[in-house]
């Protein structure tokens, strides 16, 4: 069963720092491209970075978070993480990972990925 589950949400005040981890099961992540979306009810799902399969590499960021967030991969575990840093409250929203093969081609658009986690809460505030 293909499977994408995130974690790492939680409560921070801004300036903090959280990481979010995207692991998959039954599929291998290194031939995906695997995007971060965020959403906040009332407002259209985001966009917020992706990562080409590991052939490529290539990362791809919105610029409200650029300087800010880290995607990278941890091949070993299978796993695809958003280093989130200088968390700001506009940062609040539910976040979701993707998945996609293989590149990140036009990456923020969701409709183009086939496979969804559940996602998970980011809340910003002081």
């Known amino acids: 069963q293909v499977q994408l589950v995130e974690s790492g949400g939680g409560l921070v005040q801004p300036g903090d720092s959280l990481r979010l981890s995207c692991a998959a099961s039954?599929?291998?992540?290194?031939?995906?491209?695997i995007g971060w979306f965020r959403h906040v009810p009332g407002k259209e799902r985001e966009g917020v970075s992706c990562?080409?399969?590991?052939?490529?590499?290539?990362?791809y960021y919105a610029d409200s978070v650029k300087g800010r967030f880290t995607i990278s991969r941890d091949n070993a575990k299978n796993t695809v993480n958003l280093q989130m840093n200088s968390l700001k409250p506009e940062d609040t929203a539910i976040y979701y990972c993707?998945?996609?093969?293989?590149?990140?081609?036009?990456?923020?658009?969701?409709?183009?990925?086939?496979?969804w986690g559940q996602g998970t809460q980011v809340t910003v505030s002081s």
């Open positions: 993707a998945a996609e093969d293989p590149t990140c081609t036009d990456w923020d658009r969701d409709l183009r990925y086939n496979y």
């Open positions: 039954g599929f291998n992540l290194d031939y995906y491209a």
């Open positions: 990562i080409s399969s590991s052939t490529d590499g290539s990362t």
